[in-house]
């Protein structure tokens, strides 16, 4: 029994995985596999990372490699991963009454362990899907129509979802961006290649036909603008 506990914490890590978990990028998952020091045993540990809440540890687990085998993750730099399961799990000590799995209290440790045992841990590392998107459409405003959607997306540019895009369109935009009417114009073509980029999900292209009729509605109606928007507004021009 005590070779085997000291042997749990001498593991090598052999590789790391990102992605989606489901179809619209709700959860990520942020895998790091293992081996112990005999060479034995090779596991993976998998966290679960919600988006809609912040990006927060929401489920954990171990399983076997194979466990890779349908999941359509990307390799991705261990110490990137690593880090994002520790920035997820710290995300959660600081808010209060999350759902997460009832297995995720038991792994944690074990998980934060894991992540901080694997070399060159980077902490707050970003997600680099914008910068690998090279398909704005060449229109009129559309690079200004994309400065302002990964403004949206942020840090969370794998969740894409009907609900996401319904708030980008009919909220976001109107209440936070200052838009030229060329980038309001390109913005329905902008906002569809990304979601073709992001997976070609049916239900968000409906949305965005749904949504985007509205927008120039949406934006020239001052009473939905926020106060920041406001203010911006109304600076002098060379203060802008």
Same mark, same amino acid.
């Given at each position: 029994?005590?070779?085997? @506990? ?89 808010? @209060? ?89 390109? @913005? ?19 949305q965005i036909d749904e949504d985007a009729p509205r927008l120039p509605a949406l934006m020239a109606d001052d009473s939905l603008a926020g106060l920041g928007k406001r203010l911006a507004r109304n600076l002098p021009a060379d203060n802008a």
């Amino acid at each position: 029994m005590l070779g085997w @506990m000291r042997r749990m914490g001498r593991v090598a890590c052999e590789g790391a995985w990102y992605g989606k978990a489901d179809p619209y990028g709700e959860q990520v998952l942020a895998v790091l596999a293992f081996r112990y020091e005999n060479g034995k045993e090779p596991h993976i540990l998998v966290t679960g990372i919600d988006q809609p809440q912040g990006g927060l540890a929401v489920d954990g687990l171990v399983e076997e490699l194979k466990f890779l085998d349908d999941l359509g993750l990307r390799e991705a730099e261990p110490g990137v991963v690593a880090g994002r399961i520790l920035d997820a799990f710290e995300l959660g000590e600081t808010v @209060m009454g999350a759902a997460v799995a009832e297995t995720l209290p038991a792994i944690r440790p074990l998980a934060v362990a894991r992540a901080r045992s694997v070399p060159g841990l980077v902490r707050g590392a970003p997600d680099e899907t914008l910068t690998e998107f090279e398909d704005v459409p060449d229109l009129p405003g559309a690079r200004e129509a994309f400065g302002k959607l990964a403004e949206f997306v942020g840090n969370r540019p794998l969740w894409w979802s009907p609900g996401r895009v319904r708030q980008f369109l009919t909220s976001w935009l109107p209440r936070e961006a200052i838009l030229s009417e060329e980038a309001i114009a390109a @913005m329905p073509e902008v906002v569809r290649a990304w979601s073709r980029y992001r997976g070609d999900q049916p239900a968000v292209l409906r949305q965005i036909d749904e949504d985007a009729p509205r927008l120039p509605a949406l934006m020239a109606d001052d009473s939905l603008a926020g106060l920041g928007k406001r203010l911006a507004r109304n600076l002098p021009a060379d203060n802008a």
